[in-house]
């Protein structure tokens, strides 16, 4: 069964304080992974897609990894405005999107 | 302006009622999905489509049901055989092919009164 596990699920941080939250999955035939922020009440937005064990992509303060079973979103020194829910997303050979539970990111200045 | 739109931003359903939430997208992407989320949890997949006229259920999919008829409309019917239907429901789309990333709508909260 196809599956995307996310942790922590909660994860408190000083400003400046790096940290990594981590996404670990199963699936047949793993068609991309991918990162997402989500704010309350709003919907999810894109931050990175990783295709192959190996990858690498950087945005700001975050960095997306990817191995073949799992995928890190490093935060370096994080700001206050970095405080969201982080969503890891894999697309199975199936073409379903499925994600996990999420990561509840709070960095307090 | 490319996007996808979902109407309304709030709904409030009586019990026993069906209701419609309309998902509209202009990025003339062929493959939409439909996710419900829970407070403090992640998406869970209701139905997908790649392509007019066909879809499939996801993980969730008892309760609700939905249409492709035009490639630009996906809407979810919630209906009165989904026992707990208050949540944020959100609507995607994407290019269907590999690892080409989903876009989000701004989700509707339907709550059940």
């Known amino acids: 069964e196809d599956q995307v596990t996310q942790s922590p699920e909660a994860l408190r941080l000083q400003e400046g304080e790096s940290s990594s939250l981590n996404c670990s999955y199963t699936?047949?035939?793993?068609?991309?992974l991918f990162w997402y922020r989500q704010d309350p009440g709003k919907g999810p937005e894109f931050l990175f897609t990783?295709?192959?064990a190996g990858e690498e992509k950087e945005k700001e303060r975050l960095k997306a990894t990817l191995t073949k079973k799992e995928s890190f979103l490093h935060i370096t020194a994080p700001k206050p405005e970095d405080s969201a829910t982080y969503l890891c997303?894999?697309?199975?050979?199936?073409?379903?999107?499925?994600f996990g539970s999420g990561t509840r990111l709070l960095v307090r200045p | 302006d490319g996007g996808i739109t979902q109407s309304p931003k709030y709904l409030f359903r009586k019990e026993g009622q069906n209701v419609t939430l309309s998902c509209e997208q202009n990025l003339n992407h062929d493959a939409m999905y439909w996710y419900r989320q829970d407070p403090g949890q992640g998406l869970r997949l209701i139905y997908y489509s790649q392509i007019v006229n066909d879809f499939q259920k996801g993980d969730i999919a008892e309760g609700y049901s939905v249409s492709r008829e035009k490639k630009e409309s996906f809407p979810l019917t919630v209906t009165s055989a989904q026992k707990n239907p208050t949540a944020f429901y959100l609507c995607?789309?994407?290019?269907?092919?590999?690892?080409?990333?989903?876009?989000f709508g701004q989700g509707t909260r339907l709550t059940v009164v």
């Open positions: 997303a894999v697309q199975a050979a199936s073409y379903k999107l499925i």
């Open positions: 995607a789309s994407k290019i269907t092919g590999v690892g080409t990333e989903a876009f």
């Open positions: 990783l295709y192959s």
């Open positions: 699936v047949s035939g793993l068609r991309g």
